[in-house]
């Protein structure tokens, strides 16, 4: 079975542009979490999208926002790029939610935004 | 809610020699108990996870961990390390509804 998959794995962008995301879930999981990773803030929780509802919400500004379509893929967006938000951004993907009994969180290779 | 704390920000141990990575968590119920490991430039892959049942449990690539409700901490263990560990370690923490919290991560050096 083929694991989470993330595009693009790099990414290099300016300060205000906007970017985005995406990541496709291993097959049948409908749970899509999105983390961002940084040297000095280590890994912190974005948001989670299960069956195309956001459940979840971490306490990042309205400038980070995502969706997801019907077959569990799921986008995320950052708009009016800033410095600080250079970051490795990981995707998982779960059977059900996140941090349940009956669920375990696969992570993709992550995509590396490097903002100029 | 929820948090995690692993107290030990970089370990460097040999070898051959044991190993143990601390993980200390903070949540009110049962807490769902994960350990994950990030080799440089890759995602998370977990090792081992904790719901129910036996404190002891064992993980992928001769880990373990054992649950200790009384001093709120999920320790990772490895009896013999192997060159190839090396990498960063993050215990997280789930509250069973869809919260998950992850530590700050515990750098693992292994020197020959």
């Known amino acids: 079975k083929a694991g989470v998959t993330q595009t693009p794995r790099y990414l290099i962008k300016t300060r205000g542009q906007q970017v985005t995301l995406s990541c496709s879930p291993i097959s049948g999981h409908r749970s899509v979490s999105w983390y961002q990773q940084t040297p000095g803030q280590g890994l912190q929780f974005l948001f989670e999208y299960f069956s195309e509802t956001q459940r979840n919400k971490g306490n990042f500004p309205g400038r980070f926002s995502g969706r997801q379509f019907s077959n569990s893929r799921s986008e995320m967006n950052v708009s009016t790029l800033e410095l600080g938000d250079s970051a490795l951004y990981l995707c998982?993907?779960?059977?059900?939610?996140?941090?349940?009994?009956?669920?375990?969180?696969?992570f993709g290779p992550g995509t590396r935004l490097t903002v100029l | 809610a929820q948090s995690v704390t692993q107290p030990d920000i970089h370990i460097t141990v040999s070898e051959g020699a044991s190993l143990e990575l601390r993980c200390n968590y903070s949540y009110g119920a049962t807490p769902y108990l994960f350990w994950y490991v990030q080799s440089p430039g890759q995602g998370l892959q977990l090792l081992l996870k904790y719901f129910s049942g036996d404190t002891l449990v064992q993980g992928i690539k001769g880990f373990e961990a054992e649950f200790k409700r009384s001093q709120s901490s999920f320790n990772l263990r490895k009896p013999s390390v192997h060159w190839s560990d090396a990498a960063e370690y993050f215990c997280a923490v789930g509250d069973g509804n869809n919260d998950m919290r992850f530590g700050a991560g515990t750098r693992l050096t292994v020197k020959p």
């Open positions: 998982a993907s779960s059977l059900g939610l996140a941090g349940g009994p009956t669920d375990t969180q696969y």
